[in-house]
């Protein structure tokens, strides 16, 4: 009776490295798959208000990707999906304008009333884009929003308006900045390490 040899140690470790690397790999294929799933469909349906999330400003001016935001919410509300607009966002690095002071400009110039629209221009990340918002939805006794964003963002934005407490639906913006894979794909791995980064941070209660 012959007796078959275990395997080498550092065999055992590379099997077992291999299948956690597997299991790895699955979980963020699973993770992106969400990300691009929740992106590609739009959830608007009637809304005390419509959030925007803040992006870059470039001299004053909305950088691509915050103009595609800005424009979304304009026809939103124009279709009568909510009454009313928060725009997010504080200084940017160039320090001339809070970006949503932009985006209240941007509003204001295709119509919209300033009484429909409220702004806050302290948040410099996503996060504080919703403790703001909430904010500024209890100031005005509002309830239930509509989230405009890049596609990507979306899922993120969710789970985040989830957690300060706002009752939302997604809207992702027609008009995004980001067209083609070469930067559809930077966009999206970067939300894949952002969404685990708020789950951790959710996890230990810090942020």
Sequence with gaps: MT????PHPLRRAVRALG??????L???????????YIGSHDYAEKA????????????GEPSPAFAGRIRHSIELWKQGLAPKLIFTG?????????ESEVGRRAAEHEGIPLNDIYTEAVSTKTWENFTEAVRLMKEHDLHRAIIVSDPYHLLR????????????VTSPTPHTAFQTWRTKIPFLLNELR??????IYRTIGRR
Excluded: Q
């Design 26 to 36: 699955v979980w963020c294929a699973a993770v992106m798959g969400r990300i691009v």
């Design 90 to 98: 504080g200084l940017g690095h160039d320090g001339l304008l809070p």
């Design 194 to 199: 952002l969404c685990h980064s708020h789950w």
């Design 19 to 24: 299948r956690v690397l597997a299991v790895v």
């Design 157 to 168: 934005a969710t789970m985040m308006a989830k957690d300060a407490g706002i009752t939302a």
């Design 3 to 6: 007796v078959s040899a275990k």
């Design 48 to 59: 005390d208000v419509i959030i925007v999330l803040g992006a870059a400003v470039r001299r």
